[in-house]
Every structure is written in structure tokens, then in C-alpha cells.
């Protein structure tokens, strides 16, 4: 039975992963950033200095039902700094070899414009309920600014799917594969400890996960980093080996080698690009969810933490999985998915220090990833079904993993992450680019210091763009 269902899930992503769709997630991050001059490239200093350079800034929530910008953006971080960032590398290289790192590069730097886009459309067009909480994300700006009903709950499906079968499912299954082989410790007993730690923080609203993330993911990512650069600096002189690969196979069919049976060129940049979308989310419409939850002062400014997550994930962390097993020449063993990080880090640091690393970086990784996702499921479930359903499908999206901890094919199972990336990510980017000139004067209003439409006037008024005119 569970065969037929990974055949059919393996046919479902050829389809959805086809040429076309490649073609139409590179076209959409060009367009937005050759239409903004590349803005994320020309003005970096400018996003760092308004996004990190203020994390240490006093914001406060204000009320119940909302985030600073800084738990806004860590609860994102934290649905994308994940296994995507680890496992989900990993099993890019051991697929689609060096070269889809390459892929993943290109499409993250262009991609921080599409995430900067998406962010502050979801800001602009949000909701606040009769309590005061606030709702937002492509759902919203699909309804109000286009009014493609239809578009919006194939949206909402998506993420339901995504939620599921990545966020709960997998982020759950790669800590137990990792606790099993690290300490020979059963699975479910892992999957089954995260649901609870899980169920007891989103129980607290968003406030409670957004201090919780806020405090977890600068910490998390702070030792990864760390023991990532460790393995890099002890092995400097293959830093220029590994870069030569990552071009090389970019762009030529890189060969089999011991355990790895080599990868085509459109493998590369299937696998690069859907693993890269799945990690830094930029495009995909998850992260919106979280940023319209926050109090901020205008739309674009809340967006620019975007491009900042995209680059952080991505450039940053995914990168510095990706050198770890290159330059460690595990790739050639065979292994994939975390299994794979496991064995790069060990082959370097010794066997405590490594196992240790590793296993509190998957396991904070992971579980905040699960909690973070809990806003995408709820907002979800609220548009396609209703209150009174997310009373009992709450507990719902804690099952997956404890049911699946158990399966050891880690690439059988990330078919069900790249069909959930593809659900999502198209009725999004389609909603996107048909609102790019919204977005555009929404951006030029903050950066010309109108603030015609700060987020507390809109909030106030309604009074959304209609037009870009």
C-alpha cells in the first residue's frame, strides 16, 4: 500500500516539477528583480542595516494576537530554517549532484525580491478578527485585490498539504532517523515527544510561538553556523575544489562516483530549485503568514526582513550544509538526507562533539519548523473550512510524524516536500505577479517617505491599493 502511494506521489511531482514550472518560478523572481533595478543586490546594505541592523531595537506587540517584527520574522525563520537547510541539501547533492547548489544560489538571490513582494502585499491586505489577532497571506491578497476565490482555497489547499505532509510529517521523521542513528533511540518515541512539546506551545496563540521562535532561532542558527564554519576552516584547502564542482556541474552531467550514481544538468536544477524554494520559502506564500502578524510600521518594511530570511537561509545556511558534505567527500558513500550530515560532520569533528552538534541543531531546527508551520495550518484550515473545524483539525497536523517516524527511504519520503512546494508555490506566484504593480507602489511609497499607506491607516481605513495607477 505505502508503496503505491510513493509511486504515485513520484508520477504527481514529474507533472508538477515539469520544465514549464522551472521556467515560470525563475521568470517571476527576474521580473521582479530586473523591474526593482536588483534592488536586493544594489541596496543590501540598506536591508541589512533596517532589518539585523535593528534587531536589538525595543518593539513592542502591543496586543494580543500580534508579533514584533523580530518574532515575526524568527517565526518564519523558523518554518524555514528547517531540514530543508540539512536533510533536504543533502538530498539535493545526493540527486542532482554539486551543481544544484549552484541553482539553489541563483534562485535565492533572485528569489529575495519575490519573498520581499509577497511579505509586504500580505501586510498590506490583512485581516484583524473581532479579538484583535491578525490574519494575512496570499489567501487575503488573492481575495481582496483579485477576488479569484477559486485561486485562493487551491492556495489554502496547498498549504493544508504542505503543513502535512512537510512541516509535521518530515521535520518529525528527520529528528527521529537522526536520534536512531546518532543514539539508537526509537523513532516514535522521538516524533511523539516533539507533538507534545508542539501541542503545548501553539496552545499559547501566537505570542507564545512567536517568543518561543524568538528566543530558539538566533540561538539554533548561531550553533549550526558555528560548527559548520568549524568544518570549513579545518578544511580550507578544498574550499576552492568545492566551488569548482558547484560551477562545473552546473552546467555539465556530473558522474557517478562510489555510492553516488551521478546527476544530469535538468536533474540539478529540478532538485536545486525545488529544495531551495522549500527552504527559504521565497515564493512559496508560507512565510506571509507569519510577517502579517506583526506591528509594523509600513508593508515594505516588514517585506525587507523577506529578502534578509531568504539570504540568511540560503546563502548562508544552506551553504555551509552543501560545503560540509563536499568537502568531506562523503557524497560518494551512498548515504542521503540527514544521514548524510550526520556522517560530513563526524568525518571531521570528533564523534561527541559531532553527534551532539548535530543532534541539537536538527532537533531545535525541526521542532521550531513544526511549531512555526502551526500559523500557516491554522490561517489554512480558517479559509477553506472554518472556527469551529480548527477546534479538532488542530490535533490533526500532530499525527503524520509518529505515524511515518518509522520508514527509513528518507528520498521516498521528500517527493511529499517537493509536491507540497509546487501546490503552493504556483496559485501564489501567479497572484503575485498579477499584483506586481501594487507592490511596486507600495515599495516607492516607503522608500519616497510618503507613507500614504502605513500599515496603521490601512489597518484602520481598508482603504486597500486597488489599483497601481
Not at 535565492?108 to 501586510?123: R, S
Not at 521550531?368 to 480548527?390: C, D, P, R, W
Not at 516607503?446 to 491607516?457: D, V
Request: hydrophobic content about 50%; some cysteine.
Amino acid at each position: 500500500m505505502l508503496e503505491s502511494i510513493l509511486d504515485l506521489a513520484s508520477k504527481i511531482e514529474d507533472i508538477l516539477w515539469g520544465p514549464w514550472t522551472l521556467v515560470f518560478i525563475a521568470f517571476v523572481a527576474v521580473f521582479f528583480s530586473m523591474k526593482s533595478g536588483f534592488f536586493q543586490i544594489r541596496k543590501f546594505r540598506f536591508i541589512l542595516k533596517n532589518t539585523f541592523g535593528k534587531i536589538f531595537e525595543k518593539t513592542e506587540a502591543d496586543e494580543k494576537g500580534k508579533m514584533t517584527p523580530f518574532q515575526a520574522t524568527t517565526t518564519a525563520l523558523a518554518s524555514t530554517v528547517g531540514m530543508g537547510n540539512m536533510a533536504g541539501v543533502a538530498t539535493a547533492l545526493s540527486i542532482g549532484g554539486p551543481g544544484a547548489i549552484f541553482w539553489m544560489w541563483l534562485l535565492a538571490l533572485l528569489g529575495m525580491m519575490t519573498k520581499t513582494a509577497e511579505i509586504t502585499l500580505a501586510v498590506h491586505y490583512r485581516d484583524i478578527d473581532e479579538k484583535g489577532r491578525l490574519h494575512g497571506g496570499p489567501m487575503y491578497y488573492i481575495n481582496k485585490a483579485l477576488g479569484w476565490k477559486f485561486l485562493a482555497k487551491l492556495f489554502s489547499i496547498g498549504v493544508l498539504i504542505n503543513a502535512v505532509l512537510s512541516a509535521s510529517l518530515l521535520q518529525a521523521h528527520t529528528v527521529g532517523r537522526a536520534f536512531l542513528t546518532s543514539y539508537n533511540i526509537n523513532p516514535y518515541m522521538v516524533t511523539g515527544a516533539m507533538a507534545i512539546i508542539t501541542g503545548f506551545v501553539v496552545i499559547g496563540g501566537i505570542r507564545r510561538i512567536g517568543q518561543f521562535c524568538g528566543k530558539l532561532v538566533p540561538l539554533m542558527s548561531v550553533v549550526y553556523i558555528f560548527g559548520g564554519l568549524t568544518i570549513l576552516i579545518l578544511n580550507r584547502e578544498k574550499i576552492p575544489e568545492v566551488f569548482g564542482m558547484i560551477f562545473k556541474y552546473a552546467f555539465a552531467t556530473a558522474p557517478a562516483t562510489g555510492g553516488f550514481a551521478g546527476a544530469a544538468v535538468a536533474v540539478a536544477i529540478k532538485e536545486g530549485m525545488a529544495k531551495g524554494m522549500l527552504s527559504n520559502e521565497a515564493g512559496l506564500g508560507t512565510a506571509p503568514m507569519a510577517h502579517a502578524t506583526a506591528n509594523t510600521k509600513h508593508p515594505f518594511q516588514q517585506g525587507l526582513w523577506g529578502a534578509f530570511e531568504v539570504f540568511i537561509d540560503t546563502i548562508v545556511i544552506c551553504t555551509i550544509t552543501s560545503f560540509a558534505v563536499l568537502s568531506t567527500g562523503v557524497l560518494s558513500n551512498g548515504r542521503s538526507g540527514i544521514e548524510l550530515v550526520i556522517q560530513a560532520f563526524s568525518s571531521v569533528l570528533p564523534t561527541g562533539l559531532s553527534s551532539a552538534l548535530i543532534s541539537f541543531s536538527i532537533l531545535t531546527f525541526c521542532l521550531s519548523t513544526q511549531i512555526g508551520f502551526f500559523i500557516y495550518f491554522e490561517t489554512a484550515v480558517l479559509n477553506v473550512f472554518s472556527k469551529k473545524a480548527m477546534k479538532y483539525l488542530k490535533w490533526f497536523y500532530l499525527i503524520p510524524g509518529m505515524i511515518f517516524a518509522g520508514i527509513a527511504d528518507v528520498d521516498k519520503l521528500w517527493v511529499f516536500a517537493t509536491i507540497s512546494v509546487g501546490v503552493c508555490s504556483l496559485p501564489n506566484l501567479v497572484a503575485v505577479l498579477a499584483l506586481s504593480g501594487v507592490f511596486f507602489k507600495l515599495m516607492n511609497d516607503y522608500l519616497s517617505a510618503r507613507n500614504k499607506y502605513a500599515t496603521k491607516l490601512i489597518d484602520a481605513s481598508k482603504k486597500y491599493v486597488k489599483t497601481a495607477k
